[in-house]
């Protein structure tokens, strides 16, 4: 039965019998898979296949290297050389490049290092999501064939999301959100806030659910009437609006009839909220990156929601919006950028390293890269991380800021698998899970306060940025046609 995998925090620690990796008996072996397990829980294992997805293990144990890596982080002894046999003295010098470079990157991880092998929240120069894209890469078996197209693959991503980080760094939050909304507009579309779009969506969704088919023009008095008693602002512009934003992003079967309006027909994957709320979310995010806009899934959860809660599904429609090409745009976008700003930090120096990176095959079942463009791989990443922690530590006026770290949402709101199914948890007191009912009322209570507080402050910046944003240049304030 395979085991529970750690959280990606845990990565000190052995996955298996919890106990912090070191020199001598729990010595950090990384597989080829990139899961890493102690040298004593491998050496116990009955089949030799990886404990957590069941991947075949074809080199011998003794055989594979200990992770130097990660060893420096938990302040063990870290010998000076550890032989290798591999084809060549070549692969031999490419191999021991390509590892130093991982080693002298994991060492942005340090400040992450707290007790026990779980990695506390002390601040970092790298991001969260660059954090968790190092890990990644820090778990690679380079010795192993799969263990180096899973590092290619790891630079490639740290690199596209180096970009990105670059990118926001030299973008105004303040005037981030007028030049979103001014897109949103320019496409005929409108967001009304977080609270209004999610009635006038539901509304949609309340009219055509059961597969009713109306012209735009009846299901737009639909929504205003029956949107009207809370918000009086609501109007037929506005809410035509929020309707061709789901027209484009394809919501409606269209059926066309001779002189006269054409009916809109939800179609039937979108007929529960959470599915259109999603490709709407999604048509707002892609119009951002047509805009040449770069929003962190933090702004975006702000943004489209008045809360943080959404970072995870913001993320994810990001990731799914990303394609191969998106790495080398990102970078003629990051080029330009500099080219406006007069690059005081010079980051042109890192487009060939970026580059490099971005014509990294991200297939999973991509040819197994040479020793040498390995090497190259992770000299270029190295190059392009170190060069976004110097801009954010000496050019950076956002990397002087003070992160407010967010409470863990998760923190001990279900109960430990481990001490429900074998009566005990080896993690002790610093399981993120809880022990008893008490415990998880408890922390239950505080989760709730957290996110009320919260809940206020986000809402609070949202009407500071939409309340000028929300209405397009044709619309007149009610009061005012009343007047008239």
Request: hydrophobic letters at 35%; one cysteine or more.
């Amino acid at each position: 039965m395979p085991v529970q995998a750690a959280q990606w925090t845990e990565f000190l620690s052995c996955p298996i019998c919890y106990n912090e990796f070191d020199e001598n008996v729990h010595k950090p072996i990384s597989l080829g898979c990139s899961h890493t397990v102690c040298k004593t829980c491998l050496n116990k294992l009955h089949r030799k296949a990886c404990p957590f997805d069941q991947t075949a293990i074809n080199t011998d144990i003794d055989v594979l290297p200990v992770n130097f890596a990660l060893l420096q982080l938990v302040g063990a002894q870290v010998p000076d050389h550890q032989s290798i046999k591999l084809s060549n003295l070549g692969e031999n010098k490419h191999y021991e490049v390509a590892k130093k470079c991982v080693e002298d990157l994991a060492l942005y991880l340090k400040p992450l290092s707290g007790g026990k092998g779980v990695a506390s929240l002390n601040q970092s120069a790298l991001s969260r999501p660059m954090q968790r894209k190092l890990v990644t890469l820090v778990n690679c078996q380079l010795v192993e064939e799969e263990g180096r197209v899973r590092a290619m693959r790891a630079a490639r991503s740290l690199g596209e999301r180096t970009v990105t980080e670059l990118i926001l760094q030299h973008q105004n939050p303040q005037q981030l959100s007028a030049n979103l909304w001014a897109a949103v507009r320019a496409r005929g579309c409108q967001f009304l806030g977080p609270a209004m779009q999610e009635e006038a969506l539901k509304l949609v969704l309340l009219a055509l659910e059961d597969g009713s088919a109306l012209s735009r023009k009846v299901l737009v008095l639909f929504v205003v009437q029956r949107l009207e008693p809370r918000f009086p602002q609501a109007s037929k512009t506005s809410i035509g609006h929020v309707v061709q934003l789901l027209y484009r992003a394809s919501c409606f079967k269209v059926t066309k009839r001779d002189e006269d309006s054409s009916l809109m027909q939800l179609k039937e994957e979108f007929r529960s909220y959470e599915a259109l709320r999603r490709e709407h979310d999604a048509q707002i995010v892609h119009i951002a990156m047509e805009a040449g806009l770069r929003i962190s899934p933090e702004q975006w959860s702000s943004l489209l929601y008045g809360d943080l809660a959404h970072k995870s599904h913001m993320q994810s429609i990001i990731d799914k919006l990303q394609s191969p090409e998106s790495f080398a745009k990102s970078v003629q976008e990051l080029t330009i950028v500099l080219q406006r700003t007069g690059d005081p930090a010079n980051l042109n120096r890192l487009r060939p390293h970026l580059e490099l990176l971005a014509n990294i095959d991200p297939n999973p079942d991509a040819v197994s890269p040479t020793w040498e463009q390995l090497e190259n791989a992770m000299v270029a990443v190295k190059t392009v991380v170190h060069g976004l922690v110097d801009f954010i530590q000496n050019y950076s006026r956002k990397g002087h800021e003070t992160p407010q770290p967010q409470p863990n949402s998760k923190y001990k709101t279900s109960m430990c698998r481990d001490l429900r199914q074998q009566g005990g948890c080896p993690r002790g007191t610093n399981c993120t899970f809880a022990h008893s009912q008490e415990e998880l009322e408890n922390m239950g209570t505080v989760h709730n306060e957290l996110y009320k507080q919260q809940h206020v402050c986000a809402v609070k910046r949202a009407e500071t940025c939409f309340s000028s944003q929300f209405f397009s240049p044709l619309e007149e304030p009610r009061e005012r046609i009343q007047e008239s």
